[in-house]
């Protein structure tokens, strides 16, 4: 079950996790394979049945459909398009409390920073 989309912490103005994790997805969700949507010229292969959006497959990590500044005004350039993994991400969840900690932004109004999880054990880069 998806946890509740946390009202506090606004995609818009974060992109950390576009700027943190690996984005892999199963090759036919790109635009190559029927019914695919994640633009091909967009991606690397990861294996024979995953790819990764270009940008994620490297530190620094910076998926290359993020516009904008990591923690000030951003965007997805394929949000419509963007893969299930992208979608799988809320805010407030798991991932984006990691992604924000990660780039030293708060978990939200009044929230823990980076220090805050560093010290209850919870900070760290994921790939």
């Known amino acids: ?13 974060c992109g950390a996790c576009c700027a943190v994790f690996r984005v892999s997805f199963y090759w036919a969700e790109a635009d190559d394979a029927r019914g695919g949507s994640v633009p091909v010229a967009l991606t690397r292969p990861v294996g024979p049945l995953h790819r990764c959006m270009a940008g994620t497959e490297a530190r620094p990590v910076r998926c290359v459909a ?3 500044d990591v923690g000030g005004a951003v965007a997805c350039g394929i949000y419509a398009q963007r893969s299930s993994t992208c979608r799988s991400v809320q805010p407030g ?8 900690a990660a780039h030293g932004l708060e978990s939200g109004p009044g929230g823990i920073t980076s220090a805050g999880l560093a010290s209850s054990g919870h900070a760290s880069a994921a790939s």
């Open 93 to 100: 969840d798991a991932q984006c409390l990691k992604a924000r």
């Open 66 to 68: 993020l516009q904008g």
């Open 1 to 13: 079950m998806t946890p509740p989309m946390d009202e506090a912490l606004d995609c818009q103005q």
